[in-house]
Each structure stands twice: as C-alpha cells, then as structure tokens.
C-alpha cells in the first residue's frame, strides 16, 4: 500500500513538473521579438525611397534583432525539458534562426550594387511576410501552451504544438530558399559582369551557410 502511495506521489510530481517546465519557457517573449522585428521592416518597407535611406531605417531593425539575441542564448541552454516542451523551445528557436537569416542577409544585399532600392524594398517585403507568418504560429502555441489558458486535454495541446513546430520549420526553410534564390540574382549579374568574386566573398559559400 505504501509504494502504490509513493509511486502516485511521484506520477502528480512528474506532472506538476511538466506544467512548471513548459511555464518556464517564454513564448510571449519570443514572440514578442520577432513582432518587433515585423514592424520595424514593415516601417523600413513603406517608408523607404532609397537605398541609403535603407540602410539607415534598417539599423532599428538590427537593434532589435541584437536585444533579442541574449534571449534566444539563453533558451539554447536549457535541455532537461519534456517531449513537448523541448518542441516549443525549437520553435521559438527556430523564429530566432529565420530572424538571424533575414537580418544577416539583408544587411549583406544593402551593400551589394547588384539590386536596386526597389528590388531591395521588395526582398525586405518578402522576409517581412515569412517573418510575420511564423510569429502567427508562435502566437498560437502560446496560447495552448499556456496552462491558464484554453480548456484542452494534453492530447490536444501536444497536437497543436506538433502541428505549429512543423509549420515553423516549413517557413525555416522558405527562408532559407528565398534566401538562396535572391543571392543566386546577384550572383548571376555578377559573373555577367566578370565580378563573382566580391559576391562570393560577401555571401561566402552559397552551398554551405543556410541550405
């Protein structure tokens, strides 16, 4: 009689555990980063006529990339966490990489002659979207993986956060390609010009660093 009360003990601890671990992770946090990124590009995007007056509305968005970046850190630290915890942690991370994508990138084409301010403008758009999107997922997780939050089973909280990590994932990618597909522009324009040198030498190995 006395193990089956200690072995119940154990299970509602391991429960409470649970609870306390997906509590400890801050989504709204990670959410609230890349809605800050958001619009910061949607401001650069609209109020741009320039590629200089690019470059400097571009500056916010790399602050708020940079405050960010402590937090994301700190959240690769954290490893004793349960199945579906550890998937909200990737996700949130997996934000924190298409931010780092974009933000890298972008500052790279600013001072790459081979785009134009509207071309530039138009790229800075597309990562917006992809960016803004996978903040809406990530909005949607917090919401199930808030306790307090709505009435679900567990069941359904795993499958929601399944179905969100996935569809994070998705848009990494998207990134990554649209990412690979803008650089391969200027790539092509380059080796017309007999200059892909200084385009490899920006961008480093296209093959290697995002796909």
């Known amino acids: 009689m006395k193990k089956k009360i200690l072995m119940l003990c154990l299970c509602v601890g391991c429960l409470i555990t649970s609870h306390t671990v997906k509590a400890q992770i801050p989504v709204t946090d990670g959410a609230n980063i890349a809605q800050s990124i958001v619009n910061s590009s949607q ?64 500052q790279k084409m600013l001072s790459d002659k081979n785009y134009s301010a509207e071309e530039l403008s138009a790229i800075a758009f597309g990562y917006t979207r992809l960016l803004e999107e996978s903040t809406d997922l990530l909005l949607e997780m917090k919401e199930v993986v808030n306790v307090n939050g709505l009435s679900m089973t567990d069941a359904e909280r795993i499958a929601v956060i399944d179905r969100v990590y996935n569809g994070v994932m998705r848009y990494r990618s998207l990134v990554n390609y649209y990412t690979q597909k803008n650089i391969a522009v200027s790539y092509l324009r380059s080796k017309r010009k007999g200059d892909t040198d200084r385009i490899m030498s920006l961008y480093g190995n296209m093959n290697e660093r995002y796909w």
Not at 82 to 89: F, G, L, N, S, W
């Open 43 to 106: 401001q650069l995007v609209q109020n741009t006529t320039t590629a200089t007056n690019m470059i400097k509305n571009f500056e916010e968005t790399v602050k708020i990339y940079q405050q960010g970046k402590a937090y994301y850190d700190a959240l690769k630290s954290i490893h004793n966490l349960i199945r579906d915890a550890r998937k909200v942690q990737k996700t949130i991370l997996a934000i924190g990489e298409i931010s780092d994508i974009y933000v890298t990138n972008f």
